[in-house]
């Protein structure tokens, strides 16, 4: 019997190493990718309810295999010869990307099976015999050699306290914008990609009222600067170990000077961040969340400039307040929401204000404690998972039990994007085919 792998999601993590797990091995191998979606390849990322939701990454760098950047970007032109490098091209086509590129490894790679499973898996067990039995939602159990979970950004559903979740609308379905045309007042928790996202399909339907934008810092994401990569920048790797927030903040601001900007210094540091963050000690990573990660965060998830331009032009405008503040509660009324808040500064108030619409933006969960997925919590109660400290999500699984993508948070900090998603995939592929004694495609 070939090595049975259990895929469980089929998001870009979970599709990427299936397709390294298929291309890197002479040993035929039987790969179940399992997702309750029913898609393989897009996940929630690349699955937006319209065409208007665009990648927030130039087509030139999203080529889904490390040693092929370009991928997307020829890709794309095939289908749409107009298409430029430097486009902020539609999400549905970096699905339908996906989807193409495993369908080909799995037609040219003859000697394996993959099977696609439509399922979520809601438990998962070490067997006497040392095999993982994987237990979907309709009872079956399937029996595996090895896991990988890549089940991706987990929605929170509690800010310090549980929230009445009835009173949000999901910002990537269709039916959320449906009726907004005639809304007067929305609300937005969070200022990051989501929260522009909803801004800008909002627009697009037709909405004309205000935003409330209510962040605890009070910021969006930075426009793309287009210079950004020409800077001459070099980083000595004694840079790369200070293993003090304070040292890398002074060396940050010490290059921001030099170069006149800070937006090179964040691009340059990005493809090292994950050997920075390895070599902070517990203390000093609680720091960096505390005191770095905002000013990471708006620098590294940027936004087209024309994106950048509607939001500027709304506050101009007076239709979207941008708040640094707390948001408390928000009860559910028959016509919208009843939400509290209290904003910072020097004219601190808390405000209780009725809005017609109201979208939770506020990033993924990453304490595995608070996931509200079966899975995840039989994988704690099985002692298959540990929790990190951070509350960033996994630090340690059992042997054969691999993961891939943003529950990988608190190890490597930077494993959300394509960019570090495709390298990972790439590697948990090798090690899972090293744990199985596969022998390796030449
Ligand atoms: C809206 C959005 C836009 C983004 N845009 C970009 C971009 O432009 N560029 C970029 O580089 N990055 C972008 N990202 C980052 C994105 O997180 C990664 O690029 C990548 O898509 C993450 O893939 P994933 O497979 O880890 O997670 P996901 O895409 O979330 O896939 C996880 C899959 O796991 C499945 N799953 C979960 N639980 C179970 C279970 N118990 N059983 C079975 N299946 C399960 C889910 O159904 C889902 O399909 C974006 C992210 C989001 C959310």
């Not at 020829?74 to 549905?92: D, G, M, Q, V, Y």
């Amino acid at each position: 019997m070939p090595p049975h792998i259990t895929i469980i999601g089929s998001g870009f993590s979970g599709t990427l190493t299936a397709i390294h797990l298929l291309s890197q091995t002479t040993t035929p191998l039987t790969i179940s990718l399992i997702d309750p979606r029913g898609t393989f390849g897009p996940g929630l990322a690349y699955s937006p309810p319209s065409k208007t939701f665009t990648l927030n990454v130039k087509a030139k760098a999203m080529g889904a295999l490390p040693s092929d950047g370009e991928g997307f970007f020829r890709w794309l032109k095939k289908k749409r010869p107009s298409t430029s490098p430097n486009e902020f091209a539609p999400r549905s086509y970096y699905g339908e990307y996906l989807c193409e590129l495993l369908n080909l490894v799995e037609t040219s790679s003859r000697i394996h099976t993959v099977n696609r499973v439509s399922q979520e898996v809601i438990d998962l067990e070490r067997t006497p015999n040392n095999v993982f039995s994987v237990t979907l939602s309709d009872g079956s159990i399937l029996y595996a050699d090895a896991c990988v979970l890549a089940l991706g950004n987990i929605p929170r559903c509690s800010l310090g306290k549980t929230l009445d979740m009835s009173a949000f609308h999901p910002p990537y379905s269709a039916e959320s914008y449906s009726h907004i045309t005639g809304a007067k007042e929305a609300l937005i928790i969070g200022s990051s990609l989501t929260a522009v996202d909803v801004i800008l399909e909002s627009e697009r339907n037709g909405f004309r009222g205000e935003y409330t934008v209510i962040s605890r810092h009070g910021r969006f994401p930075l426009p793309h600067e287009e210079s950004s990569a020409e800077h001459q920048f070099q980083i000595a790797s004694e840079s790369l170990t200070l293993g003090s927030v304070t040292k890398l903040c002074a060396f940050m601001r010490s290059e921001s000077r030099r170069l006149l900007s800070s937006q090179p210094v964040f691009d340059h540091i990005r493809p090292h961040i994950q050997t920075v963050w390895k070599h902070l000690p517990e203390k000093e990573k609680q720091r960096f969340l505390r005191h770095l990660q905002p000013i990471w965060d708006i620098h590294r998830h940027r936004i087209p400039v024309q994106h950048h331009e509607t939001l500027q032009q709304l506050q101009r405008t007076k239709r979207l307040r941008l708040t640094a503040g707390r948001f408390h509660d928000a009860k559910k009324t028959n016509a919208g929401c009843t939400a509290t808040y209290t904003s910072r500064g020097a004219r601190s108030e808390t405000i209780t204000k009725f809005f017609d619409v109201a979208f939770l933006c506020v990033g993924p969960e990453g304490d595995l404690t608070k996931m509200k997925s079966p899975l995840i919590r039989n994988l704690l109660r099985r002692g298959l998972i540990t929790p990190g400290t951070l509350r960033l999500g996994i630090v340690h699984s059992a042997p054969k039990l691999a993961v891939v993508g943003p529950l990988q948070r608190e190890l490597l900090w930077e494993i959300t994007a394509v960019r570090e998603l495709r390298e990972e995939a790439q590697l948990q592929a090798a090690a899972i085919l090293q744990s199985l004694g596969a022998s390796l495609a030449g």
